[in-house]
């Protein structure tokens, strides 16, 4: 009887890890499939991104889902703490599901469809923030000590794997049918939502507690305006290229900080706290969370930095169609997915022996290295360095991503867990979403200060007269930056009729080709790139930093005597019978 019991514990620890792995996927799948796949779905509904007033609907569709999730995952992780982690991580799986089946069926064109796209992304959301808060507590609740880190780190590949997969699964389903981005998930999810209902237990510890309302509205609101306020910034305002000075902005800076501060306060002073701010007195949890934040913003500015690169300059200057760039920059970005997938899981498997700091330190140095790489690489490189650049950054964040975690999940209380999750969760979307606010305005900046001179004289060359060429170059450089994202050529819609009578045949082919705009935009692109990715090794080498000082190996855990009689009698421990105690392992 006790060794079926036994094989029954056995298996559900990786029933547990496989449908958590599976809603991770889903969930980091449908965060960046929009990224590759926002031509095709502005095409279906019948918008131009570009037009003056559609960027914010681009923007709310590309970070809208990670600001819903960012809001909500600690909340949600401390209700799973309290209501149970399985009953809040099932209802995750069905309310994205719907979602997704919603998405898929927008009824709508032009503004109307991309606001309905825009909404019920913030619902799925919703249910992506349910899956997020809760799985690696549910991986930590079924899995012993000495093989956390390996499910930790099949976890983690499918996290952050799966934010690189969707850019090649939104580039070919996009060829088909822009619905079909949605309707993926679709059957991953019924079969997720059963399959959870069905077979996951919650055999973590619950904290019975109260919830804490405070804590939840004045976070919720205060990081809602920070981001809004991130979305909005980056956006023209009146005759700057950017919307920092705006009184929205700056209303929306100064209400989220307000509330962030007495968020703070209240939670100093809650009785059950939905944000503990009692465990970042563990030094594991708080230099580990202080990494992987860092570690976020780095790698979400990298991920937008390359499909730019990629889709807006390289693959057009090496003879593809626009229409077919974001599909081949998916590909081209395939040693990325590759590295990570390698170095995750072994990673994991040897933080369960070793420890958590030599990896995942040595993981971030890495990854700060291969920036280095790539700034010395020329705009339109040879694409073996590329390729081997960015799988030595797979590698570096899978090194460190699933030690981390790890080590940061083994550091918590058992019915902290959570809550914890939530936070770890919490800060990697706020990360991704402050990575957009912060690249894309270090690189606006950096071609607001190159790119007009470089279009004016590149259009006078080629016959464009004078003062079209300037009204051109004057344009807010964050409408150049978008087409290159969405693998777009500006030129033929901002020239016009009025330039095609100006200019002779084959100055228009030159200037509506494949190859003008990418060979303009390139020593301006690569400028603001040295900007962005000199941010993004300092803030990899601070992350760095942080990992060395988490100190040796920390597991706290909570056991019952009677579970280790044959260890207590050995060591003339205590006798069976006696009330739960807490031990921590260090080594």
């Not at 790119?451 to 051109?472: C, M, N, R, T, Y």
């Not at 030129?491 to 990418?518: D, E, I, M, R």
Request: proline content about 4%; some cysteine.
């Amino acid at each position: 009887m006790k060794l079926k019991k036994s094989n029954r514990k056995d298996n559900y620890k990786w029933i547990a890890l496989t449908n958590t792995t599976l809603g991770i996927f889903m969930a980091t799948i449908n965060s960046s499939i929009i990224l590759i796949s926002l031509p095709a779905i502005f095409r279906g509904i019948g918008i131009d991104p570009l037009a003056p007033g559609n960027v914010g609907y681009l923007l709310w569709l590309l970070m809208g889902y990670m600001l819903v999730t960012a809001v909500l995952v600690i909340s949600l992780g401390r209700l799973g703490d309290i209501m149970g982690r399985v009953r809040i991580y099932n209802l995750g799986f069905a309310v994205f599901s719907f979602a997704s089946i919603i998405l898929a069926l927008d009824p709508f064109h032009g503004g109307k469809g991309a606001m309905w796209l825009v909404l019920w992304r913030l619902v799925q959301g919703v249910g992506g923030a349910m899956l997020f808060a809760n799985s690696s507590a549910i991986i930590v609740d079924a899995f012993p000590t000495e093989q956390r880190g390996l499910a930790m780190g099949i976890n983690q590949v499918a996290a952050i794997g799966g934010s690189f997969i969707g850019l090649i699964a939104g580039g070919l389903l996009s060829i088909g049918d822009w619905r079909l981005v949605f309707w993926v998930s679709v059957p991953f999810g019924i079969l997720g939502t059963f399959w959870g209902y069905h077979s996951l237990r919650d055999n973590g510890k619950r904290s019975p507690a109260k919830i804490d309302w405070w804590g939840n509205v004045t976070f919720a609101i205060g990081l809602t305006s920070i981001l809004v306020a991130m979305v909005y910034g980056i956006q023209p305002y009146g005759s700057n290229s950017m919307g920092w000075t705006s009184p929205r902005v700056l209303i929306c800076f100064a209400v989220g900080i307000v509330l962030l501060v007495a968020f703070f306060i209240f939670e100093l002073h809650t009785e059950s706290p939905m944000f503990n701010l009692r465990l970042f007195k563990i030094r594991a949890f708080a230099t580990g969370s202080a990494a992987g934040f860092l570690g976020a913003i780095a790698r979400g500015g990298l991920q937008f930095m390359l499909i730019i690169w990629l889709q807006g300059i390289w693959l057009p200057l090496h003879g593809y169609a626009y229409d077919a760039t974001p599909l081949w920059a998916g590909i081209y970005l395939l040693p990325l997915t590759i590295g990570f997938l390698i170095a995750g899981p072994v990673s994991g498997f040897l933080s369960d022996r070793h420890g958590a700091r030599i990896l995942s330190t040595s993981g971030l140095l890495l990854f700060g290295g291969s920036f280095v790489g790539l700034l010395l690489v020329p705009t339109n490189f040879h694409y073996i360095w590329f390729a081997l650049l960015v799988f030595l950054n797979g590698v570096g964040g899978g090194m460190f991503s699933a030690p981390n975690t790890t080590a940061i999940m083994n550091s918590v209380p058992a019915d902290q867990r959570g809550g914890a999750a939530g936070i770890q969760a919490a800060f990697m979307n706020s990360g991704m979403v402050l990575s957009m606010g912060v690249f894309f305005s270090l690189m606006i900046v950096g071609l607001t200060n190159t790119l007009p001179k470089a279009l004016f004289d590149g259009l006078s060359a080629h016959g464009v007269a004078a003062e079209q060429a300037h009204q051109i170059a004057n344009i807010p450089a964050v409408g150049s930056l978008f087409s290159s994202f969405l693998g777009y050529n500006p030129l033929q819609s901002l020239l016009g009729s009025q330039a095609a009578t100006h200019v002779t045949n084959s100055q228009w082919a030159t200037l509506t080709g494949k190859h003008f705009f990418p060979s303009l935009i390139q020593s301006p692109f690569h400028h603001g790139l040295v900007i962005v990715f000199t941010l993004a090794i300092a803030m990899s080498l601070v992350a760095a930093l942080f990992s060395a000082f988490r100190g040796t190996r920390y597991i706290h855990e909570e056991h019952r005597m009677h579970e280790h009689v044959g260890d207590m009698t050995l060591s003339g421990g205590a006798v069976p019978g006696e009330p739960a105690m807490e031990s921590q392992v260090v080594r």
